[in-house]
């Protein structure tokens, strides 16, 4: 049986050490920490399979100091144990209530104990991962997660985000859906549909990991009412782009992914070491392509490169964008450069796709009888469809 790491957390050091010298006697591998921005850092590198505090710290609340560890999917499901110097059973209530799994004050009595009670836990946590591994279904895999891309500027990437998004809220209004603008450094959903706020990618990803939570997201995230999505709008400018807290991006994105049943990112040409963990983690990329023989080259080599990279064709929506301009390649053209299915072609609309853009309203919404609104609606059932299909066919494979 492989050695069990405990990490104790306590800014008593006589109590510390004790704790040390008596867990390492006992035949554990043990951590620990004096402060508890210090042990959070241990608890996400380190992987206790237990966790001892005594919930008073010199720089941080026991509360928030729990809040981080349980909102965490590093560190949701470890055990905590308070050894506490404090008998007070509000205390105790608090903690409890914050996601400890044992409270026990401390005593000479207390430490006697410890043995059975970390055994206890231990078990507990074994047993629970055996039944995760029986039933792998209970597990919710999170909301699908879609991301847009181009190879080019000037394909209309961001404003087929948008309309796809909306489309899909449309087609399934029990669905809830959230669109992250994370076109680097000055975003390019909130001019098409309308928004103006304050908030964006830079003031969310400015704040603490505990108050990003789902029902923050739900409550504070603008809402496009004529859209049907919420919004994280991207950067008005340059210089504000560059206060963005970057390495944020994929907790964001996963907390998002827990909140909503579709999220969906515009890239735009944004293809970098940002944008490359997030395509490879995505139920489907909607790649992006207008007509014109520089673009669809350049979609090859981006394409070349993505698939080197250990992305599937079966994972890629491709998209020919002819609203942004008739003349072009033909789809099988297209095709056999790309060297990809190509799923959707949007038709040429003259200056209605500018117009729809300019008057902050979707293209299904201002011309609900046009073709491109049609091709709009059963093509996002194909790409739901699809990413359905492939989550489907992931899980059957584990």
């Known amino acids: 049986m492989s050695t069990k790491t405990i990490l104790i957390v306590d800014g008593d050091t006589t109590s510390l050490n004790y704790l040390v010298h008596v867990l390492r006697d006992q035949g554990y591998s043990v951590l620990s920490a004096d402060l508890g921005k210090e042990g959070l850092i241990s608890t996400w590198r380190d992987h206790p399979d237990l966790m001892i505090f005594d919930p008073v710290f ?109 489309t899909m809220h449309h087609n399934k209004p029990e669905a809830s859906v959230v669109v992250v603008d994370l076109v680097l450094p000055i975003g390019s959903i909130a001019p098409i549909v309308g928004y103006e706020g304050e908030v964006d990618l830079v003031s969310v990803a400015g704040l603490p990991l505990a108050e990003t939570t789902g029902e923050y997201f739900h409550k504070h995230l603008p809402e496009m009412n004529l859209w049907e999505f919420q919004l994280v709008p991207g950067a008005t400018d340059p210089e504000r782009a560059n206060q963005l807290q970057v390495k944020r991006i994929p907790e964001i994105i996963q907390v998002l992914q827990s909140a909503y049943d ?80 190509i799923q959707s072609v949007i038709p040429y609309m003259g200056s209605n796709f500018t117009l729809a853009n300019n008057l902050n309203q979707p293209i299904i919404t201002k011309y609900p009888e046009d073709t491109t609104s049609i091709i709009l609606k059963d093509t996002t059932n194909n790409m739901i469809n699809l990413a359905d299909k492939l989550r489907s066919k992931q899980v059957l494979f584990q």
């Open 58 to 166: 010199k720089d941080i609340s026991s509360q928030e100091f729990l809040q981080k560890i349980r909102q965490d999917t590093r560190s949701t499901n470890i055990p905590i144990l308070a050894l506490s110097s404090d008998p007070n059973p509000e205390k105790e209530t608090t903690c409890l209530q914050a996601g400890c799994n044992h409270y026990v004050v401390k005593s000479a009595e207390a430490v006697k104990t410890l043995p059975e009670v970390i055994a206890g836990l231990l078990e507990e946590k074994h047993e629970a991962m055996a039944q995760e591994i029986i039933e792998p279904e209970v597990e919710k895999a999170g909301g699908y997660l879609i991301v847009f891309l181009s190879a080019k500027g000037g394909t209309g990437t961001s404003s087929l985000c948008a309309n796809y998004a909306m």
């Open 262 to 341: 579709y999220v969906v990112i515009d890239f735009g040409r944004s293809l970098s070491r940002i944008s490359l963990p997030i395509i490879k983690k995505a139920d489907l990329l909607a790649l992006t392509v207008s007509t014109d023989q520089s673009t669809i080259t350049l979609t090859k080599k981006v394409w070349d490169y993505l698939h080197a990279q250990g992305i599937e064709s079966q994972n890629v929506f491709a998209i020919l964008n002819r609203a942004v301009g008739l003349e072009g390649l033909t789809k099988p053209e297209a095709e056999e450069i790309i060297g990809l299915p």
